[in-house]
């Protein structure tokens, strides 16, 4: 499997943004997905998640501004990012696994970049 993101890039503080990720090999093994970030010096933190049903799951720190929606027919996951403030610049992954919870058969993509700032 291999997720490839796109969409980051630098905006200014209010903006909005919309990341995808692109799921392609073995995507059957997929259930759930996931986006991460990562901001320097900092671990790397949970953003929301969508299960095969649809469902979605949001940290505190994202709910009500951003917007996690998938499209299977094209194999793609999006974030859409609304009210972006300077503390969400990080590297942002998509991840997508079997489980509900995250685990070590978990995929992992490369990452893209976001930086808020005026």
């Known amino acids: 499997v291999q997720l490839v993101e796109s969409g980051g890039g630098l905006v200014q503080p209010g903006g909005s943004l919309r990341l995808s990720c692109v799921a392609s090999?073995?995507?059957?093994?997929?259930?759930?997905m996931r986006w991460y970030r990562q901001a320097p010096g900092k671990q790397r933190e949970f953003i929301a998640r969508i299960d095969s049903a649809g469902s979605t799951n949001y940290a505190d720190s994202v709910k009500g501004r951003f917007t996690i929606s998938r499209d299977n027919a094209k194999n793609t996951l999006y974030l859409q990012m609304n009210s972006l403030k300077p503390e969400d610049t990080a590297v942002y992954y998509c991840?997508?696994?079997?489980?509900?919870?995250?685990?070590?058969?978990?995929?992992w993509g490369q990452g893209t970049q976001v930086t808020v700032s005026s």
């Open positions: 991840n997508g696994g079997p489980f509900l919870v995250a685990s070590s058969s978990d995929y």
């Open positions: 090999g073995s995507i059957f093994s997929i259930n759930v």
